[in-house]
T-cell receptor
Framework: DQQVKQNSPSLSVQEGRISILNCDYT??????FLWYKKYPAEGPTFLIS?????DKNEDGRFTVFLNKSAKHLSLHIVPSQPGDSAVYFC?????????FGAGTRLTVKP | EAQVTQNPRYLITVTGKKLTVTCSQN?????MSWYRQDPGLGLRQIYY???????DKGDVPEGYKVSRKEKRNFPLILESPSPNQTSLYFC???????????FGNGTRLTVT
């Protein structure tokens, strides 16, 4: 039972354009959400997070949006750069539980 | 440099031969955990530890053991590995549960 879903296994965008990665969750007890980035042969690294009391959090080129009523979050990368090519995992936590999505592989073409 | 160190990076073994994957962190983190990553399933938690001598099962603990005798170390033990434990394993730590995790670089295990 996957409580956190990333329905797009892959995404390809042109350098300079916007990348939008999506994540849906089912457990209404989740109240803290994180995005991790993973390069090949490395472990995931924390990218950005958002608490359920906010609907947006921004850090440089990265912005995470949270729609609690839809149980949906998204990560926007603007502008996308070739170095952003990686697998992105979303994670949701709350009520003594944390779950990860299956990941989305982002390819940014020069 | 703050880091989580896992060893070995790659391991090929046979069914039933006991093995240990080591994990060490130098950030004085209370919380440590082990995950396995499988295609289409994301990261699933195997075991976690809130502090020294305190460990608990995650979502997929069957066939695994852990220990936390010291704050910095959290080894993962497979007493009798089976082919369905072939996977990519990550150790992680954080200041407290559910805060951003620091991951090791992974251990790719193949059980034949």
């Amino acid at each position: 039972d996957q409580q956190v879903k990333q329905n797009s296994p892959s995404l390809s965008v042109q350098e300079g354009r916007i990348s939008i990665l999506n994540c849906d969750y089912t457990n209404s007890m989740f109240d803290y959400f994180l995005w991790y980035k993973k390069y090949p042969a490395e472990g995931p690294t924390f990218l950005i997070s958002i608490s359920s009391i906010k609907d947006k959090n921004e850090d440089g080129r990265f912005t995470v949006f949270l729609n609690k009523s839809a149980k949906h979050l998204s990560l926007h990368i603007v502008p996308s750069q070739p170095g952003d090519s990686a697998v992105y995992f979303c994670a949701a936590s709350g009520n003594n539980d944390m779950r990860f999505g299956a990941g989305t592989r982002l390819t940014v073409k020069p | 440099e703050a880091q989580v160190t896992q060893n070995p990076r790659y391991l090929i073994t046979v069914t039933g031969k006991k093995l240990t994957v080591t994990c060490s962190q130098n950030m004085n983190h209370e919380y440590m955990s082990w995950y396995r990553q499988d295609p289409g399933l994301g990261l699933r938690q195997i075991y976690y530890s809130m502090n020294v001598e305190v460990t608990d099962k995650g979502d997929v603990p069957e066939g695994y053991k852990v220990s936390r005798k010291e704050k910095r170390n959290f080894p993962l033990i497979l007493e009798s590995p089976s082919p369905n434990q072939t996977s990519l394993y990550f150790c992680a730590s954080s200041l407290e549960p559910y805060s951003p995790l620091h991951f090791g670089n992974g251990t790719r295990l193949t059980v034949t």
